[in-house]
Nanobody, 115 residues
């Protein structure tokens, strides 16, 4: 099992920045990728960004150039730096860890972009 703990959500004005963090614990040795998804009210869960075990990264088109995913100190902790936030970024953000045996999810952290 893998446990994921997210932090860093909150309220920010349009154009502002937020940094989300996610720390994985448990059976982390065979994690092949970690990433972020988000779910806006009344909508499905959408992929945002991910970082692979070789540190390569990938982004959804809607956030490319504004969001950056990176490792924090260890391969089992990642951060999502979100800049130039727009109101449509309002959602619950979920950390994801992918192992060969399946995906694991955090509880989610709320991000609200509003003036």
């Amino acid at each position: 099992q893998v446990q994921l703990e997210e932090s860093g959500g909150g309220l920010v004005q349009p154009g502002g920045s937020l940094r989300l963090s996610c720390a994985a614990s448990g059976s982390i040795a065979d994690i092949v990728a970690m990433g972020w998804y988000r779910q806006a009210p009344g909508k499905g869960r959408d992929w945002v960004a991910r970082i692979f075990s070789d540190s390569s990264t990938d982004y959804a088109g809607s956030v490319k150039g504004r969001f950056t995913i990176s490792r924090e100190n260890t391969k089992s902790a990642v951060a999502l730096q979100m800049n130039s936030l727009k109101p449509e970024a309002t959602a619950v953000y979920y950390c994801n860890a992918r192992r060969p045996r399946g995906d694991y999810w955090g509880q989610g952290t709320q991000v609200t972009v509003s003036s």
